[in-house]
């Protein structure tokens, strides 16, 4: 299992897909639809422990739809959820998950929100997630990749080729970890 994490426009879904199928496994999107705006509305209403508790179980979910795939590659996973709730809750995904966090530098992604025609509404917040992910990231000691100045199959051959990624992804039995305990 593999969570590709950051912000929106860092090339993660890219890479996530690129990942999977490189590795003949399944991409995997947890926090769309229902359970996205569900998640955005709570997070807007202050409900942190619901946030967690509905990302957590959303993730346990695909696992158990999933668990007859080879290898999962997650877009979005447990860093996502900790980019909008407090850290104090990061106890409850450890261990975590093999996670690389992509990221991009301010003008790149404010060009790709651009070319998605996101709404300047939407990109307003686009620095403090951006900022929070690279916090998290040194917070947790997670490799970063940089997607601002390279092509997808550029990024995925880096990441395949580091050998700390590489271990990563390919750890066996790298399961759900911190899903088992509430």
Known sequence: MLAVEGLDASGKTSIARAVAEELEGTYVKPYVGTVGTLLNWLHLRGEE???????????????EVYAEARCIVFDRHWLSILSVISSH??????PPPPTIVCVADAATTEERLRRRATP??????TARYGRRFRELAQQFALPTLDTSRTTVDQAVAKLLADPVCAHLIRAPGAGAPGLASS
């Open 89 to 94: 809750y990061s106890d409850s995904w450890f």
């Open 120 to 125: 300047a509404a939407e990109r307003r917040d």
């Open 49 to 63: 422990a619901l946030v967690n508790d509905i990302g957590r179980a959303e993730v346990a979910r695909l696992m």
